[in-house]
């Protein structure tokens, strides 16, 4: 078992910045590609960013691309989401997941992920 916890979620204005952190706990963290995902209201959950065990490989889609960096301290057991000029379509819960080894082609894909954690709110206001 791994167990996730989110943390660094708020309230920011349109421009602004906040760096999620997601601590796990639980088997070796080095073990896991890391993840994160968010729902917004009504929508379904979408893939935001994923980092391989390594650290090596970093993938985003493409509306956070240039915006969102995605980074992991293994020392620490914790991942890092950094989002810089946020937007209001970027208010949603994120959600730190974590895939045990994971490939290129499965880290988009939520179904791929063997643990969760419970989610922060993310709201952009304009």
């Known amino acids: 078992q791994v167990q996730l916890v989110e943390s660094g979620g708020g309230l920011v204005q349109a421009g602004g910045s906040l760096r999620l952190s997601c601590v796990a706990s639980?088997?070796?963290?080095?073990?896991?590609?890391m993840g994160w995902f968010r729902q917004a209201l009504g929508k379904e959950r979408e893939f935001v960013a994923a980092?391989?065990?390594?650290?090596?490989?970093?993938y985003y889609v493409d509306t956070v691309k240039g915006r969102f960096t995605i980074s992991r301290d293994n020392a620490k057991n914790t991942v890092y989401l950094q989002m810089n000029s946020l937007k209001p379509v970027d208010t949603a819960v994120y959600y730190c997941?974590?895939?045990?080894?994971?490939?290129?082609?499965?880290?988009?894909?939520?179904?791929?992920?063997?643990?969760w954690g419970q989610g922060t709110q993310v709201t952009v206001s304009s």
């Open positions: 997941a974590a895939l045990y080894g994971g490939t290129a082609d499965a880290v988009r894909n939520e179904w791929n992920y063997d643990y």
């Open positions: 639980g088997r070796p963290f080095s073990s896991y590609t």
């Open positions: 980092i391989a065990w390594s650290g090596g490989s970093t």
